[in-house]
């Protein structure tokens, strides 16, 4: 009842805002090439950058695709395009992350979504990307995607759950009934069509909206210092993880079956490391002298450039790189057919690049 009272007004702000944009009197902005918005209702958490990683890949050869995030928590302002050289700082860690894995795809960064598209269209003709994956855009009404794909965390019910501050909602749980797409991330391996079709009365769909199931797959340690890195703390049975992720909670799961030891520090979201944070991680190392020191992958963009770095966390430091998985063969091909609608035919004997 208490917290009812006290989230009342984001609750009205938020249920004016969306029936301003429903009634048309806010205007919604369509673009000349198809924009696919990967976005959620909770903040943080739900896997949209695997996701956004996955529709790279599925994607990169059918057309000349682009992603465009809004970088949150970097220092620039404005419309930039990552490279590979940039620091977190400059592009924020997931846009860099993304470009660092896909250096040939376009990735840019802007908080004014609409702008950021018209200043991807506005490159030369070579380069002009010929459809847009707008990360985290769920909430950005001003731009009208062509496809909206909405991410629901499996353990986190978005109609369980109470709105920021209180919960972890960043927006009101009935609005994902505008998804065009739903995946629920992070599910268990097995589920059965009575749990599957629970979720799906749990977060109150349409009966035409598409339901997947994926989960998280982890992939083989990687050095963050690839050419400082003693590659023999990856057999050790010891390990220390520090994040700075939502929920980094698949991660210590995964962990648990391939280490006798686990200790563990957590840091807020996109959390920039300080001098302190890095003296904290030397003194840990020194005390645990057999144990690997391991982070997220996203957590390795913001600590590449950290110059007081100690050069024995540098040496142990490794990450465990994350890709989204949906649970069956067959649901993975349906869900990539789905996406495929929207790519824009190639004329005869065209190039991509």
């Avoid at 802007?110 to 985290?136: T, Y």
């Avoid at 030397?282 to 007081?308: F, G, M, S």
Wanted: glycine content about 6%; proline content about 6%; aromatic content about 10%.
């Amino acid at each position: 009842m208490i917290s009812s009272v006290f989230l009342f007004p984001y609750w009205l702000v938020l249920r004016i805002r969306h029936a301003l944009y429903d009634s048309g009197r806010l205007k919604s902005v369509s673009h000349p090439v198809p924009v696919l918005s990967v976005g959620n209702i909770t903040a943080g958490g739900t896997g949209k950058t695997p996701m956004v990683e996955y529709l790279v890949n599925l994607l990169q050869g059918r057309c000349r695709v682009a992603v465009l995030s809004r970088g949150y928590k970097r220092k620039g302002k404005g419309f930039r395009l990552v490279t590979v050289e940039d620091t977190a700082d400059l592009a924020g860690d997931e846009p860099l992350q993304i470009k660092r894995k896909f250096p040939d795809v376009l990735v840019a960064v802007d908080k004014d979504r609409n702008h950021g598209v018209e200043q991807l269209l506005a490159l030369p003709e070579e380069q002009r990307p010929q459809m847009v994956l707008l990360d985290d855009g769920f909430q950005h009404r001003r731009l009208k995607p062509a496809l909206n794909l909405v991410l629901v965390d499996y353990n986190r019910p978005i109609f369980k759950d109470n709105l920021l501050p209180v919960g972890r909602l960043r927006d009101l749980p009935e609005q994902i009934r505008r998804a065009d797409v739903v995946v629920m991330t992070k599910s268990p391996r097995y589920l059965d069509e009575w749990e599957r079709g629970k979720m799906r009365q749990l977060t109150r769909l349409r009966p035409s909206q598409p339901l997947f199931f994926a989960t998280l797959k982890y992939g083989e340690l990687l050095p963050v210092f690839r050419w400082e890195a003693d590659k023999r703390y990856i057999y050790s049975k010891d390990v220390f993880l520090f994040s700075g992720v939502a929920d980094d909670r698949p991660l210590r799961v995964h962990l648990t079956d391939r280490y006798e030891h686990i200790a563990h520090k957590r840091f807020s979201d996109h959390h920039r490391f300080t001098h302190r944070d890095l003296r904290r991680l030397a003194q840990e190392v020194r005390r645990n002298p057999r144990a690997l020191l391991l982070t997220t992958e996203k957590d390795a963009q913001r600590l590449l450039h950290c110059e007081k770095l100690d050069p024995e966390v540098r040496r142990r430091l490794f990450y465990l790189p994350v890709e989204t998985e949906f649970l069956t063969w067959e649901e993975g091909e349906a869900f990539d057919e789905l996406m495929c609608r929207n790519v824009p035919e190639k004329e005869p004997g065209s190039l991509l690049f």
